[in-house]
């Protein structure tokens, strides 16, 4: 809720931009407020998460996928993130977020967001994002029926496979004991 001024404002902003294809990249200039940054002076490894999301919700505005998911009550939930930084953003300075879809596996849609200055890759960062509709997974096949197919050469590269196989936790309906030792 930290982002929900800004968030709305963004809403107000992609309804009034050029509509796009779910598979085009999108680009959305921003700038690094101060609610955004640490006591370091730049954007809060925190914060960076919060701020994608921004980007994310321009490109499925703007491609109509936004409208039609709410209308049927489907809601996006992230399952798995991974983030690289390269270099900070500070206090003021201006960028742009880069977002678009690089595919899809039999669970979640994928994105790749970067935070680019003076076309220099500042962050980047992927992301798993299911959606889900009375606290049940939405298929793929109901998605596309909605927003379309998506482009044959479309395809996630195998590393993120691996990713996202490693990193994965228990379905929500199983058990998940913690287990640490000392």
């Not at 992609?14 to 101060?34: E, F, G, I």
């Not at 960076?48 to 049927?72: E, N, Q, T, V």
């Not at 953003?89 to 935070?115: H, N, P, S």
């Amino acid at each position: 809720m930290h982002l929900l001024l800004r968030t709305i404002w963004h809403f107000f902003v992609s309804s009034r931009q050029a509509a796009t294809s779910l598979w085009a990249h999108t680009s959305v200039r921003m700038r690094a407020w101060p609610t955004d940054i640490d006591i370091a002076g730049h954007i809060n490894n925190g914060m960076y998460f919060s701020l994608m999301d921004l980007g994310r919700f321009d490109l499925m505005m703007r491609s109509g996928m936004w409208k039609a998911i709410r209308a049927r009550k489907w809601t996006p939930v992230m399952s798995a993130e991974t983030i690289s930084f390269r270099k900070s953003i500070e206090l003021w300075q201006k960028y742009t977020m880069e977002t678009r879809v690089i595919g899809f596996d039999e669970r979640a849609m994928y994105f790749e967001q970067c935070m680019v200055v003076d076309g220099d890759v500042y962050v980047r960062a992927f992301m798993a994002m299911r959606l889900v509709h009375k606290g049940k997974p939405v298929s793929n096949a109901e998605l596309f029926a909605l927003v379309g197919e998506p482009p044959a050469d479309l395809v996630l590269p195998d590393w993120i496979h691996t990713w996202r196989a490693d990193v994965a936790l228990p379905g929500a309906r199983k058990p998940a004991p913690f287990s640490w030792s000392r």
